[in-house]
């Protein structure tokens, strides 16, 4: 069965840093392309990156520069290294998988950015 496990959020202070991972399990991992997603409070889930099987990554524009996007094929997981953290960046974060018509999620870590 495919499941996909989030971990890594947690608390941390404005300008600080955090390391998101996604371990998977059950799907053809390499075939995927994975992403990351957030969702604020009473806000719509957002794309936050993603990244193809063949490692072409993408960024939404409030993220650049300070979040990094990388899979590891053998370990079947996804990370989002998160760097000079805002405010604006707190909320539930996602991992999904997508291959053609099928597209997977995990349950969600928290993140939150407060002094």
């Known amino acids: 069965q495919a499941q996909l496990v989030e971990s890594g959020g947690g608390l941390v202070q404005p300008g600080g840093s955090l390391r998101l991972s996604c371990v998977t399990s059950?799907?053809?991992?390499?075939?995927?392309?994975m992403g990351w997603y957030r969702q604020a409070p009473g806000k719509e889930r957002e794309l936050v990156a993603t990244?193809?099987?063949?490692?072409?990554?993408d960024y939404a524009d409030s993220v650049k520069g300070r979040f990094t996007i990388f899979r590891d094929n053998a370990k079947k997981t996804v990370i989002l290294q998160m760097t000079s953290l805002k405010p604006e960046d707190t909320g539930v974060y996602y991992c999904?998988?997508?291959?053609?018509?099928?597209?997977?999620w995990g349950q969600g870590t928290q993140v939150t950015v407060s002094s």
């Open positions: 999904s998988a997508r291959l053609e018509s099928r597209e997977l």
């Open positions: 990244i193809s099987a063949s490692s072409n990554r």
């Open positions: 059950g799907i053809s991992f390499s075939f995927y392309r």
